[in-house]
């Protein structure tokens, strides 16, 4: 069974540019959660997608945001970066609503803001 | 509000020791779900356990046993005679957004 996929691996941007990140969840998995990993902040929650709905948020500002398709696939969408948002990005899928259900990760995409 | 406590930034310990993980959690929810994921250097987190808050039962798995007191809200991991592979940063997490620690960097040396 395959994993979580996240495209791409590394990224790198300059300050005020928008990025894209890809994540397909394992099959039949229709949640889909993004975290933001950094040295200084550590595993943040930025929020959740399920069927096709945000369904949980973590505090980040709008600049964040995301989509769900209805492969349950997402996306995220970050606008005018900053340098503070080079960090570890993570998808994570489950099945179904995570608050009793593990959830499995992708390797994440590496994000540099130069 | 929720809250994770890894108060153990890293250890390193010699090959074939014992090391215990601690994790402290605050939740006012009488309902709640406890994990343990591993982090590899290759940076994708693995799933190791998941506790309900009904279930005080500690578990072993292998080389792996996860000690949970509600009565001190702790949730602590023991790895038995422990390996090379094993070094890696180890998070605690308590449910709703998924709240994390901020992870304990375990190193073992041959």
């Known amino acids: 069974k395959a994993g979580v996929t996240q495209t791409p691996r590394y990224l790198i941007k300059t300050r005020g540019q928008q990025v894209t990140l890809s994540c397909s969840p394992i099959?039949?998995?229709?949640?889909v959660s993004w975290y933001q990993q950094t040295p200084g902040q550590g595993l943040q929650f930025l929020f959740e997608?399920?069927?096709?709905?945000?369904?949980n948020k973590g505090n980040f500002p709008g600049r964040f945001s995301g989509r769900q398709f209805s492969n349950s696939r997402s996306e995220m969408n970050v606008s005018t970066l900053e340098l503070g948002d080079s960090a570890l990005y993570l998808c994570?899928?489950?099945?179904?609503?995570?608050?009793?259900?593990?959830?499995?990760f992708g390797d994440g995409t590496r994000l540099s803001i130069l | 509000a929720q809250k994770v406590t890894q108060a153990q930034t890293e250890i390193s310990v010699v090959e074939k020791e014992d090391v215990t993980l601690d994790c402290v959690y605050e939740?006012?929810?009488?309902?709640?779900?406890l994990f343990w994921y591993k982090q590899p250097p290759s940076g994708e987190l693995v799933f190791l356990i998941r506790?309900?808050?009904?279930?005080?039962q500690n578990e072993i798995s292998g080389r792996y046993s996860w000690n949970f007191q509600k009565s001190t809200s702790s949730f602590n991991f023991t790895i038995t005679a422990s390996q090379v592979v094993d070094s890696a940063v180890y998070f605690c997490?308590?449910?709703?957004?998924?709240?994390f620690g901020q992870g304990t960097r375990l190193t073992i040396n041959p």
């Open positions: 099959s039949g998995h229709r949640s």
């Open positions: 939740t006012r929810d009488t309902t709640y779900y």
């Open positions: 506790r309900n808050s009904f279930d005080e």
């Open positions: 997608y399920f069927s096709e709905t945000q369904r």
């Open positions: 997490a308590l449910d709703q957004k998924l709240v």
């Open positions: 994570a899928s489950s099945l179904g609503g995570f608050r009793n259900q593990p959830q499995h």
